[in-house]
């Protein structure tokens, strides 16, 4: 299979698409064609293991690499590295929800899932490159890609990493995790801005030329972890695919029946994930598309009108604290049946004006599987207490904005279809806010003690993963101004 861009058709084999992460046009890559899982094959598939699925999702589309490539990179990054083995389980919460969670692994967060294996394909994918360079991972996080990319790639071979993060746009948790991230590889800085500013920068910085000329002098060449490169979004098919695999071998569906997925969205790979799935033959019903206060998405499903002229909201739910969301031009090129000079034109009227109007054929398409809807933070605090008072579940604070959003849509429609809602961090990440919404009591300043009060409250454990923190070494201090970052990097790389 060979990939192409979003706004050219060049082609490129998978293994160019993971190294480079982004074209040299600024567009994505994405798979020419969307390869089909039979019937037979996901019967299968519901009697195997997270990483035989896993293995036979990626070879579809990594069709570069070889069999025993693939099952090293599974193996790897699956075996031994999360809860019991289980890297993606649903956990049944009444009403026909099933919660797919997601944040079993190294970091507590659903970016696990895909970064724990994006080393390996990495490194396999420079191997057939031999390019002699060392790659450097330019990332920009809202909270959680940051730490599971450094943990992913600390002191990997032939590799550097570098984040950036908005400095008050984390939560203390999170901030905590990337500061102090250990390895000789590895450089964590924050910014004074918040997302947005943070990943238009580094996309701005993947095709400059004076930096091409600087990472060519050093024997460098950049890639990217975050969701733009498609060695992300691949290994997030997996689990929607294993979670249809799940609801057949549990008896909660027929073969063939379909189901909803609700997904908190803020950069749109997650749920974009979802949509390559039903393109393999994954019966997804509707894309239930959960936004915080930050409604760009939602306002954008419902009118085709996307504009991100608007007042940027810091939330409890800070991963989605996002006015630019990348990967909605990769769902774009599918929606314009790969016409790249219309997703081009819309990509250049959101750089240029800041919003673009979809074509009314391509709006139609959307609205007949999407779903957009929003919630602030005081109905994200609410669902967090309804669920727990009612199923003893404890989610976090953009799980939550997906449970209201779910409830929002079955009272608007009546569609009562089972949902799978993708849970996406451990309520530990967030645990001032998810106190909040449990109890009155005054919580205590220290952030440790704030654990050990949620785990009191919800007797649930603390992820050894956040515990393990305390007493950590700050390492990396650096605060820069937004315009600063392409010199940040020069001073680390040179």
Same mark, same amino acid.
């Given at each position: ?98 919660? @797919? %969670? ?7 967060? #659903?970016?696990? $899932? +895909?970064? &724990? /294996?994006?080393? =390996? ?98 024997? @460098? %060449? ?7 490169? #498609?060695?992300? $979004? +691949?290994? &997030? /098919?997996?689990? =929607? ?254």
């Amino acid at each position: 299979m060979f990939f192409t861009g979003t706004r050219s058709a060049a082609a490129v084999t998978s293994a160019e698409a993971i190294a480079a992460g982004i074209a040299a046009d600024g567009g994505l890559f994405v798979p020419e064609s969307f390869p089909r899982i039979t019937p037979e094959k996901f019967a299968a598939l519901a009697q195997a293991d997270y990483r035989t699925r896993a293995a036979e999702v990626l070879a579809l589309y990594l069709t570069d690499y070889t069999a025993d490539e693939i099952a090293h990179c599974v193996n790897g990054a699956y075996s031994g590295t999360f809860e019991n083995d289980s890297p993606a389980p649903l956990a049944d919460i009444g009403d026909k929800r099933q919660m @797919l %969670e997601l944040w079993h692994g190294p970091t507590c967060a #659903f970016k696990d $899932l +895909a970064l &724990q /294996i994006l080393p =390996y394909l990495l490194t396999a994918a420079l191997n057939k490159g031999a390019t002699g360079r060392t790659a450097v991972i330019l990332v920009a996080t809202s909270g959680d890609t940051g730490k599971a990319a450094l943990a992913g790639f600390a002191d990997v071979k032939n590799t550097r990493i570098i984040v950036f993060y908005p400095q008050n746009g984390v939560s203390d948790m999170q901030k905590l995790q990337m500061t102090t991230q250990r390895g000789s590889n590895v450089a964590v800085c924050a910014i004074e801005g918040n997302f947005d500013d943070a990943q238009s920068g580094v996309k701005a910085i993947f095709t400059d030329a004076e930096m091409k000329d600087f990472l060519a002098q050093h024997q @460098l %060449e950049f890639s990217s972890a975050n969701s733009i490169n #498609f060695g992300r $979004l +691949a290994p &997030q /098919i997996v689990y =929607y695919v294993s979670a249809y695999c799940d609801l057949l071998k549990n008896g909660s569906l027929a073969p063939g029946e379909e189901f909803n997925v609700v997904v908190p969205t803020g950069n749109f790979g997650n749920i974009l994930a979802a949509v390559y799935a039903k393109q393999m033959g994954v019966p997804i019903k509707k894309f239930i598309c959960a936004s915080n206060k930050n409604n760009v998405l939602t306002d954008f499903i419902r009118t085709g009108t996307y504009d991100r002229n608007r007042e940027f909201h810091t939330t409890e739910s800070p991963s989605m604290d996002i006015l630019i969301s990348s990967n909605l031009e990769r769902y774009l090129h599918l929606l314009d049946n790969g016409d790249t000079a219309v997703t081009a034109r819309l990509m250049a009227q959101l750089k240029n004006d800041g919003k673009y109007t979809l074509p009314p054929e391509m709006f139609a398409k959307m609205q007949t599987e999407f779903y957009g809807g929003c919630c602030d933070d005081a109905a994200g605090r609410a669902a967090i207490a309804k669920i727990f008072r009612e199923r003893n579940y404890l989610c976090d604070t953009h799980t939550a904005v997906a449970l209201a959003v779910c409830d929002q849509y079955r009272r608007e429609t009546g569609d009562d279809t089972l949902c799978v809602i993708a849970s996406t961090a451990s309520p530990y990440k967030f645990a001032p806010a998810v106190l909040s919404a449990l109890t009155d009591e005054a919580l205590p300043a220290d952030d440790f003690e704030k654990l050990e009060l949620l785990s009191k409250i919800s007797n649930t454990k603390v992820p050894a993963a956040l515990a393990t923190l305390r007493g950590e070494e700050i390492r990396h201090k650096r605060c820069i101004a937004k315009n600063d970052m392409a010199e940040y990097i020069k001073s680390v790389l040179a």
